[in-house]
């Protein structure tokens, strides 16, 4: 039994700035790679952004790249995800996410086994 925590969210005015971070907590082992998706309200989950674990490599989905940046955390299988310039079309809830192995698209949903509960982003206008 794994859990992802996630931490970070809230009510923000479009253009601000929000950070979320996303920590392992139960039986805890490595992951091939952590990220994020969001999903509003009558609209599918969709895919926000992923980081390989090993080597830090990212991806981004193109509705955020340029504006948001993912790292890892200092602390074994964390990270975060710094959103900039935050339009209203970001609000949804925001799922943790983590690979357990290796993956060719880390956009794809079925490439993750272990899931948040997820975090609600506001972004007033």
């Known amino acids: 039994q794994v859990q992802l925590v996630e931490s970070g969210g809230g009510l923000v005015q479009a253009g601000g700035s929000l950070r979320l971070s996303c920590a392992a907590s139960g039986r805890t082992f490595s992951f091939h790679a952590m990220g994020w998706f969001r999903q509003a309200p009558g609209k599918e989950r969709e895919f926000v952004a992923a980081?390989?674990?090993?080597?830090?490599?990212?991806y981004y989905a193109d509705s955020v790249k340029g504006r948001f940046t993912i790292s890892r955390d200092s602390a074994l299988n964390t990270m975060s995800v710094q959103m900039n310039m935050l339009k209203p079309e970001a609000t949804a809830l925001y799922y943790c996410?983590?690979?357990?192995?290796?993956?060719?698209?880390?956009?794809?949903?079925?490439?993750?086994?272990?899931w948040g509960q997820g975090t609600q982003i506001t972004v007033s206008s």
């Open positions: 996410t983590a690979a357990s192995f290796p993956t060719t698209d880390h956009a794809y949903y079925e490439a993750y086994d272990h």
């Open positions: 980081i390989r674990l090993n080597d830090a490599v990212t």
